[in-house]
């Protein structure tokens, strides 16, 4: 029973965290043309906006250079990560709910017939 627990538990959350960050990727790829970005919660555009302005400040323009690109592909590489992510591990719950299915079926195809022993060497 608790087998299956962790295997539901890991199936929803693995598929919840690849809807909201393959949601997220989606969102931050147009976000430099967009006039509506950034929007507040549901969207994931206060958090995507943080991350971005994290790695702004952690790797500026070298020297006296201009940074003419900003973070936001950086971004959306490590959201997509984490979507992919989520779906190994909701794909993990997936197999983890199918496989004693698949191994009950594998067992009742291979039972054969009962054989009953008698007395020692006869079989009847």
Known sequence: MRYRVIAILMLLVGWSVYSYAWWSAVRITPAPGDPAFPRPFPYPDPWLMAWN??????????????????????????????????????????????????????????????VVLTKQGDAS
């Open 53 to 114: 302005d994290y790695y702004e400040r952690h790797d500026p323009s070298k020297g006296r250079g201009i940074k003419l690109h900003g973070e936001f592909p950086r971004v959306a590489e490590n959201v997509r990560a984490i979507a992919y992510g989520g779906s190994a591990l909701g794909t993990v719950g997936v197999v983890m709910l199918l496989f004693p299915l698949v191994r009950k079926g594998m067992n009742a195809r291979r039972r054969g017939f009962d």
